[in-house]
Each structure stands twice: as structure tokens, then as C-alpha cells.
């Protein structure tokens, strides 16, 4: 009994683990645009402002012209 | 003529350092292409006239956030992030895979602009810079 409270424990630690991580490398991999200014300021724009969608629709352009 | 081969020297030294960068532009003031790895003339000059659309809608959002000149931005898509530095009149524009090092990418594109700087300089062309936001005419 004791083995398999073990087990399933160890098998909710891993799937926390695995989701923690998937999430990380997700939220990694959103669309933005980082606006870099001469004073060494940056503005980060997230993808789903009607700003970063104008930017971004062209960012895509350019991928796909350039792959 | 001299620039194109400095241009296209400092690409060649880019694209074997980085492995991060995929395609890769480099534009001077009057919208020339002055080395490019995109092989098709085509393509090339509509991933130019991208670049410059894209410039151009960033500085409109810099401008209307009170930003200063912006000198460099990345866009980062699912398929790969897009990077354009500004130095002077000179453009560098440059395609990378999903999930680049950001620093690293940038870096790297910085120092193949100066390395035509310090060929023009070398060679005894002046670099001529752009007019900065504001300037009288």
C-alpha cells in the first residue's frame, strides 16, 4: 500500500514537473515585439495588442520570404 | 563598389560565426541592398522593402509611446524572430530560428555593421550618419 502511494506520488511530481515546464518554455516562445531605443531603453510589445499585430503581420511576411 | 565587397565580406564573416542567423540583409541609406544571402533578386528586395515597412510601423508605435530613436527591435513569431539594427544610415536586417539568444544575435549583428565602418574608414570612406529626429534641415 505504502509502495503504491509512493508511486503515485512520485507520478503527480513528474507531471507537475513536466506542466511547470512545458509552461515555461510556452510562455518563452510567445510572439512580441522588443522595441530597442538609442538610450538603451526597450518597450516590449505582447502579441495580441492591435500594435504588436501590425508588426508581427510583417515579421511573418518576412519569415516566410526569407525561409 | 567598394562598400558592396566590404558588405559583403562582413555577411560572409557573419553568417560563418553566427549560427544563429538564417537570412540576413544588409541595406545603406538609399535602400540598396549592399549584401544579401537571400539568392533570388526578387525575394531579396521584397524582404528589403519588409524590413523598411517594418521600421517604419516601429518608429510610429516609438513615437507615439514617447520613445527615443529606436536603434534596434526584434519580432519574435512561432517560425523564428525577425532582428533589424540601425547604425548610421546602414541597416541590418536578419532571420533566425525560433527561440534565439537574443544578446548574442544582436551582438553579432552590431559588429558585422562596424566591420564595414572600419573597412569604409580603412579605405578611406567617410561613414555618413543618419540625420537624428528633430535636426533642422
Known amino acids: 500500500m505504502p509502495r503504491r502511494v509512493l508511486t503515485a506520488l512520485m507520478l503527480a511530481a513528474g507531471s507537475l514537473v513536466g506542466s511547470i515546464l512545458y509552461r515555461r518554455r510556452a510562455a518563452r516562445r510567445l510572439e ?3 522595441l530597442y531605443a538609442e538610450d538603451g531603453s526597450m518597450a516590449s510589445i505582447a502579441d495580441g495588442s492591435p500594435d ?3 508588426l508581427l503581420t510583417l515579421a511573418r511576411e518576412l519569415m516566410a520570404l526569407a525561409h | 563598389m567598394l562598400r558592396r565587397m566590404d558588405a559583403a565580406q562582413a ?10 542567423v538564417v537570412h540576413v540583409a544588409i541595406v545603406d541609406g538609399e535602400g540598396t ?28 508605435l516609438r513615437q507615439a509611446r514617447g ?10 513569431t512561432l517560425e523564428g524572430s525577425v532582428f533589424v539594427v540601425r547604425s548610421g544610415d546602414r541597416i ?3 532571420t533566425t530560428r525560433p527561440d534565439p539568444t537574443v544578446g548574442l544575435v544582436f551582438y553579432d549583428l552590431k559588429h558585422c555593421l562596424r566591420s564595414i565602418d572600419d573597412a569604409a574608414i580603412a579605405n578611406g570612406t567617410p561613414r555618413r ?9
Open chain 2, 92 to 94: 541590418i536586417a536578419a
Open chain 2, 67 to 76: 520613445l527615443p530613436s529606436l536603434s534596434q527591435l526584434e519580432a519574435a
Open chain 2, 129 to 137: 550618419s543618419r540625420k537624428k529626429a528633430g535636426d533642422a534641415a
Open chain 1, 52 to 54: 504588436a499585430e501590425r
Open chain 2, 33 to 60: 541592398v549592399l549584401a544579401t544571402t537571400i539568392s533570388d533578386p526578387g525575394r531579396s528586395a521584397r524582404f528589403v522593402e519588409g524590413v523598411t515597412r517594418l521600421l517604419e510601423e516601429a518608429d510610429t
Open chain 2, 11 to 20: 555577411l560572409a564573416d557573419l553568417t560563418e560565426i553566427s549560427s544563429q
Open chain 1, 32 to 34: 512580441r515585439v522588443d
